[in-house]
Structure formats: C-alpha cells, structure tokens
C-alpha cells in the first residue's frame, strides 16, 4: 500500500514538472518569431547552446554533481532524437503559428504508442482512447482544411515522430543518467545541427531556415537568446525528470499543455486569439492529459 502512494506520488510530481517546463516553452518560444528576420535557424542554436553550456557546467560544479554517463550509445541516441526534433520544431517556428507547430510537435504520444507497443508494451482502452482523444484535439487545432493547411503544416509531425521515439528512449534506456548528463547531451546536439547549418550555408540570406553566420546579434536578439538559454536548461530539465520519473506516455499528453501555454503568452504578448475549433481541441487535449495521468495512477 505504502508502496503504490509513493508510485502514485511519483506520478503526480512527474506530470506537475513537465507542466512547468511546458509552461515556461509556452512564454519563452513566443520571443524566438521576434528575431527570425535579425538571425538564422543555425546561428541560433550555435549561440544559444554556446551559452547555455557553460552554465549548465556552472550549476553542476556549484551543486557537486559529476556529469558521469552510464551508457553513452544510450544518452547519445537520445539526445540526437530529442535535439533534432527541436531543430524541426524552431525551424517552423518562422513560417507557422507556435499553436500549430506545437500541434504537429505533439503527436509525439502516438509516435510514443505505437514504438512502445513494437517494444512490447500493453496499454488499456482509457490510455488508448486519452490519446487518441488528444489527437482528435490536435486535428482540431492544425484544422486540416483549406488553403491554409499544406505540406508546411506536416513538416512538425517530423519533429514530433522524433520527440516521441526520444521520449521513449528516455524513459528505456536513460532512466538511471542524471538530468544534467541529458541536458548536455541535448544542448551539445542543438550546438552540432548549429555549427553544421552554419557550415552549409554560407551567405546571409533573408531566410530563417538557410541563412548562415549574419554577424554579431543585436541587443533584443541577445536578449531573446539569453532568455531561450536559461529558460530551456530549467524547462527541459524539468520534462527529462518526468519522464525518468512518471510513465513516457503520460509524460507525452502532459506536454500537450504546451499548446495552452503557447496560445495564452501569444495572446498576452501580441494579442493573438484562437478561434471556437482550435479552443475545442485544446479541451480535447486538457481532458486527454487529465484521463491518462489519473489512469496511470490508478494503474501503478
């Protein structure tokens, strides 16, 4: 009995950090479309992990933790999956909505699903049905109709098969790696795609996605990835801790707070708004994470 309320408490603290690390993802990504048009995609994740990796280094010296690594096959294929589904996901960060792009990202449960299930996994009708409940909540926000929706509204659902096989690889085959192991395996990935983008694309172009080295940033570019810098190092180490901690599924649907964090800072910081259908799947998506957390309670 003992037992199972500290498995079920595990479980609670788990969903609460991811949705704290989702909601600071939800302000922090509603900066990076301010600077698309003063930098590019791969100066971007060059810089920002150039700084964020000393500190991240700085934390762990302070605290006396030791960046041992357990397997490094293990830690890095999950950081290659986890940091390239982050490139995909920043790069249409400037020819799409942050709620649409967060809306492909997070198909990654059905991605985390359907790889489990290879692996061996059984999961009972509620968990199946929250997902797919999710999922429907998603088709509500991508709205897969009319002009506005095209193969550039697809390009996230990469990111999130990706994010999803990451998720997976986490929880199988990472759980015994300390979260500032992870994190410096995801921002030294973030810093290679950087330094790689930067090598093939050589001139300054206007685009976001195939421009290289522009320069020195300017101040509010600083600032924007000064502010992406600390802000991931605390939001993605708080998700990699529930993940090692809670079930990768139910991890996976908590995350879909993400599209509420994104569309309430969108609203408050430039007055974005989101119509009746992307509202409804949004509930869709609430209500998914709900059901599941509570079931993967129950179950364990």
């Not at 649409?100 to 509620?126: E, K």
Request: net charge neutral; aromatic share 10%; with cysteine.
């Amino acid at each position: 009995m003992e037992q199972a309320v500290r498995v079920g408490s595990a479980t609670v603290m788990a969903a609460g950090a991811v949705l704290t690390g989702m909601a600071i993802f939800g302000l922090i990504d509603n900066f990076v479309p301010l600077i698309t048009g003063d930098i590019g995609l791969w100066q971007f994740h060059a810089t920002r992990s150039a700084i964020a990796l000393p500190l991240l280094i700085g934390v762990g010296l302070l605290l006396g933790v030791r960046f041992a690594v357990q397997s490094w096959r293990a830690v890095a294929l999950r950081s290659l999956l986890t940091g390239s589904a982050m490139v995909v996901y920043f790069g249409c960060l400037a020819f799409l909505p942050i709620g649409q792009v967060a809306a492909g990202l997070f198909t990654a449960p059905v991605f985390v699903i359907l790889i489990s299930a290879v692996l061996g996994d059984r999961f009972g009708p509620w968990r199946l049905g929250s997902v797919a409940l999710g999922f429907f909540g998603i088709l509500l926000v991508l709205q897969p109709s009319g002009s506005a929706f095209g193969l550039a509204s697809l390009v996230p659902i990469i990111g999130g098969a990706l994010y999803g096989a990451g998720a997976v690889a986490t929880r199988r085959l990472c759980a015994g790696e300390g979260t500032l192991t992870l994190l410096a395996g995801f921002f030294t990935v973030l810093g290679l795609w950087g330094l790689i983008g930067l090598a093939v694309f050589h001139g300054q172009s206007a685009d976001w996605v195939l421009s290289g080295w522009r320069g020195m940033p300017a101040g509010l570019v600083w600032a924007v990835i000064g502010v992406q810098a600390v802000g991931s190092l605390i939001a993605v180490g708080m998700i990699i801790w529930g993940y090692q901690t809670g079930d990768a599924a139910m991890a996976s649907v908590c995350e879909y707070s993400l599209l509420v964090f994104a569309a309430f800072w969108a609203w408050m910081l430039r007055g974005e708004t989101v119509n009746g259908m992307a509202a409804l799947g949004m509930a869709c998506i609430i209500v998914a994470g709900i059901v599941i957390t509570l079931r993967t309670e129950q179950s364990a």
